[in-house]
């Protein structure tokens, strides 16, 4: 129960990081894509639930974007995003243990970016889809002869402030904050094993969720 609190709490601010972009400064009209591509490198920290963050490390989350200008700001698009855990060895009793997950998936996007200045944006969005949870190591070798795949639905919700290399530049670098939900309780199952003597039957209890913390590039379209 705490810890979906503090999932929802976190929710909550970026929803509120969210509309406090979009109504603090107006588009100016000095530049107004039409669109975008978008390229975001994070790395994962704090995974929950707690068997997650026992026996996983994250080192990769990626998304790739197209996003259109709808109007004034709201953008709309579609991607793809990749994420990588490596498996923590020291969790389990066997410490020669080696493997990770990997979750490729499709999203669709929305958001709202306001330029504050000529070379300044910031964005509040949402992007939500569908992953591949594709777990392999050693024991997944052994009882099912390779990767063991799941499915889930993902929601991430993303704060990202970009700076133009230039005034009105097509070429812009971002900082980008965001916390990724995945509709899916991680357990020993997803790693191939029937018992893991580190972790008790409470620690498999809660969706799997990360923040992330990275940087950007993006190629801006057009003007109006």
Do not use: W
């Amino acid at each position: 129960m705490k810890t979906m609190k503090k999932s929802s709490l976190i929710l909550y601010l970026f929803i509120c990081s969210f509309f406090f972009v979009s109504n603090t400064h107006s588009q100016t009209s000095t530049f107004s894509p039409t669109g975008s591509f978008s390229l975001d490198l994070g790395v994962p920290a704090k995974p929950q639930n707690p068997a997650f963050e026992h026996t996983m490390e994250g080192l990769l989350n990626a998304g790739f974007d197209f996003r259109y200008n709808a109007f004034k700001g709201l953008t709309v698009g579609l991607g793809l995003k990749y994420t990588f855990f490596t498996l923590n060895s020291f969790a389990f009793s066997n410490t020669a243990i080696s493997g990770g997950m990997q979750s490729p998936g499709a999203y669709a996007f929305l958001g709202y970016e306001k330029f504050t200045t000529e070379r300044i944006s910031f964005t509040g969005s949402i992007r939500g889809g569908y992953s591949f949870l594709m777990n392999f190591n050693d024991s997944c070798k052994v009882n099912h002869g390779g990767q063991h795949i799941s499915e889930s639905l993902f929601v991430e919700p993303q704060v990202e402030m970009v700076m133009l290399t230039d005034k009105v530049s097509e070429h812009g670098f971002s900082m980008v904050l965001g916390y990724s939900f995945y509709f899916h309780e991680f357990s020993n199952e997803d790693l191939c094993m029937k018992d893991i003597s580190t972790l008790f039957e409470e620690d498999y209890q809660g969706i799997t969720r990360y923040f992330s913390i990275g940087f950007g590039y993006r190629y801006y379209m057009g003007r109006r």
